[in-house]
């Protein structure tokens, strides 16, 4: 009997240390190390965990790092960890010398195959995108468990039936294992729907691109600071740009403003927030205070008014806390209803709060937990219906101005904050079960009642 097509996938697949990413032994000290860019992890040599680690910067059968897996629990949680921190790879042999190379962007994707091969016709998802890295073409989505690259020209070859809708031959083959593995991605499919149609959201290709990729949440970009790039030794980059023609105009001198509004605070006390203090920040800043009809395509629809500017006028960003040290208010994740002016339990998820907790203190580089992180969302419909194109662009100037709004309100309410940039979607959604096309978090703002008092309260 013939193997099933799935044992015959995993035959083909090996894992292993990505490029950049290896297994160092130091003799004299007699330690092992694994060493990724910057970073280090010591790797103890027991319970097998060297040799599984040998194993897969050498490469190793899919199968057999599975079965290895299986038996050994530390070695699982070191497969975990490497895999979570993108430093393994998969390799697909669809000819004895010739494979694709599978990328997780997810921290537990492994591969799976169906027990049948393909035998439909397959196209390219609409938003499947394909882009040259060195000498291998990477095929990739907005939302993607995985980035595959192929080399050139083999590879290449057998992606250019997918435009039009190639079929695999129904049988073991290298075609049949590639096409599954892009079949379980959502990379092509069997419905070729209209190659310009969109999303339900409405954004467009660039715009949910910039959305993912510009977030924390599954892709396998670096996101934060990297410092890459600096020039060495030329002008200052930050030195205020200086004009050389003709003679500067010497503006009138103002009195400088005694404490500014609008500093970043990033360690806190550890009293509690009191629920005065939330209800007159949040209606200082996002509660509606008033409504207005607009004609809207011929039909009047009521409009609320907030006390920020928003372009489009829509006020398409919803506002959720998640309260980890707020007087009378039990550990969770909130709904402002800018209407009302009151909150809705979304989530009691102590793990997912927990996470979100870290990424927030870690992306401001803080000690201690914030007692709030506001996240603000967008609802894409509101303003895809009114724009096109430039859309994503208005709702991040949006999330900007809310900003600077509620920088400046703190103060007046005994509160100190930062405004975050990158907080992580997957986590929203997971948080509140909405579809990341539908809303999506688009910035974050921590807020915590600071060591010193605030230089002075707003009237
Ligand atoms: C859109 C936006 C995103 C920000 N993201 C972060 C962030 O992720 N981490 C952080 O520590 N500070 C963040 N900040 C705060 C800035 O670093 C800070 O405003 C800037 O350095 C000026 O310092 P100041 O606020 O003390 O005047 C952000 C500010 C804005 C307006």
Redesign the pocket.
Known sequence: MSLPFNAYCFDRTRVRLRKGVSLDRDEGLGTNTIRARNLEFPLQDRNGLLEFAALLADGVGLAQALSLTSANERALALFKGILMRGFAEYAMYYAPDEYIRVIPNTGDYIPEFPAEPPHAQYALVPDAFLKRAGNEWVLLAPKCRAEVLFPFPSGFEMLSGLAEGGSPPCEHSGRALVYATLASLGLIETRFGDAESQPQTGLQFHELLFHRLSRKGDHGQAS?ATFAGLPKGGENPFSTRVWKAGQPIILPDVPPIEK?Y?????EFSDRPISLSQLGRLLSMTVMATDSTTNLIDGVPIEVPQKPYPSGGGLYEIEVYLAAYNVAGLPVGFYHYNSTKHCLSTVSNDEAKLRRLAIISRT????RSDPATVIVLSARFQRMTWKYRSLTYSVILKN??VL??TI?DALPGCGLGG?????GNIDLFEELTGLDWLEESSV??FVIGVPEQPQEREKG
Do not use: F
């Open positions: 934060g500014p609008g500093k970043s605070i990033r992306t401001m580089g803080a999330v900007g900003m600077k920088y930062c405004a975050l940039g990158s910035g974050e």
